[in-house]
């Protein structure tokens, strides 16, 4: 096996990169009425820089219908005028030499009436809640609430669903991004579907890891068709509790899954390891999960996406996965604070301090101000 350097160009799928470090996908609640801003065109192009930013930038989730939402102010991907806002991102990423995809998201039981079209519950594989908050935007201002109860999606409903994403992929390409990853982690709709703690259907879709993940691979197959493979990525978090995510076998429903993934020819394949930003070593099941046979039964079923590591690295544990075989590694935190990060990581410069609360809302403060190193 050859070793990679965070800092060489590489190609993955359609797209030949600047280095190897992805800014992973950061909700950031700053697109008011669900449309993108030039704030956040601003703030991604200064993070797309050829020699000192993200290789990839990937977007923060960003919802494929009105139904799809369950957070405040996060900007879609269902309507004309998301299309031309997001094109300011897009232009000014490009305008860098970077590129840019976009995370398609549907938030499923993760949402609350208050975001909900007319009102009604949020949907999910079963009418089973969440026990997690979500980040809610009142006169008295933005904090975290319970989420509402959801209802189950009849199964006729659900190709409607596979459309909607079908749909978001081709707005994706209109809207200039160079292609797009499904949010299948973090205990969102497709978690949803993919865990047994949140799937006790009895159609199709539910029962059997085959079930589970039949809406996962319907989705893949159904934006592959629309915009290529070797523009799609995927997220999956196999044993992150997030959500309130859960199931007691997942190395066998996450191998399966990516069995199945092997012949649609994806970019890469993103896996955020253990607590998604927390514990690495994180825990669920019986058995501490593998992600190195994850990522052989990938292979063995003849994946070739580059694969892509995430959650709490450091250049030096970065370099580590580079040399047992990963091809990319996705920084959050570090993105948020740190513009020029790749720079930073390459020279060995210290990093600016997180200012936590101004992660979700706000304005230009502890968004676009993080400064570069000198
Ligand atoms: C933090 C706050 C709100 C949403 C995820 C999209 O966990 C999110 C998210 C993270 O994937």
């Not at 703030?43 to 290789?55: D, E, S, V």
């Not at 969440?130 to 319970?146: C, Q, R, S």
């Not at 993934?261 to 019986?286: K, M, N, S």
């Amino acid at each position: 096996m050859t070793s990679h350097s965070l800092f060489e160009p590489t190609t993955v799928g359609a797209w030949r990169l600047n280095n190897r470090a992805v800014m992973a996908p950061l909700t950031r609640n700053r697109a008011p009425g669900q449309l993108p801003t030039a704030q956040m065109a601003e703030y991604y192009a200064q993070r797309a820089h050829p020699q000192h930013g993200a290789g990839l930038i990937i977007t923060e989730a960003t919802p494929i219908s009105p139904q799809a939402h369950g957070y405040a102010d996060t900007p879609g991907i269902h309507t004309d005028a998301q299309v031309a806002a997001w094109r300011q991102t897009t232009d000014a990423v490009h305008a860098q030499g970077g590129h840019i995809v976009v995370q398609l998201w549907h938030v499923g039981r993760i949402s609350h009436v208050d975001l909900q079209p007319g009102g009604q519950p949020p949907v999910a594989p079963s009418a089973i809640a969440a026990n997690a908050k979500t980040y809610l935007i009142k006169p008295e201002g933005g904090g975290f609430f319970d989420v509402s109860p959801p209802r189950a999606l009849e199964t006729h409903e659900l190709p409607g669903i596979v459309d909607d994403y079908r749909q978001a992929a081709r707005r994706a390409r209109e809207a200039g991004f160079d292609g797009i990853e499904i949010h299948a982690a973090n205990g969102y709709l497709l978690d949803q579907f993919l865990r047994s703690g949140s799937n006790q259907r009895t159609d199709a879709y539910g029962g059997s890891i085959e079930n589970r993940a039949r809406l996962l691979l319907e989705v893949m197959q159904a934006v592959c068709a629309e915009i290529g493979g070797d523009r799609v990525g995927i997220r999956i978090s196999p044993v992150t509790p997030s959500n309130d995510a859960s199931d007691s076998h997942p190395q066998p429903l996450f191998e399966h899954v990516l069995r199945q993934l092997a012949p649609l020819g994806l970019a890469y394949v993103h896996v955020v390891e253990g607590q998604t930003g927390g514990a690495r070593d994180h825990q669920q099941g019986e058995a501490p999960f593998d992600y190195a046979a994850l990522r052989a039964a990938y292979r063995a079923a003849g994946g070739q996406g580059a694969w892509m590591v995430n959650n709490g690295y450091s250049a030096e544990l970065a370099q580590q996965a580079l040399d047992s075989g990963a091809d990319l590694v996705a920084f959050g935190r570090g993105f948020i604070a740190n513009p020029d990060l790749t720079r930073r990581l390459r020279e060995a410069l210290p990093l600016n301090e997180l200012q936590r609360a101004t992660l979700y809302g706000g304005g230009t403060q502890g968004y676009t101000d993080y400064p570069l190193a000198a």
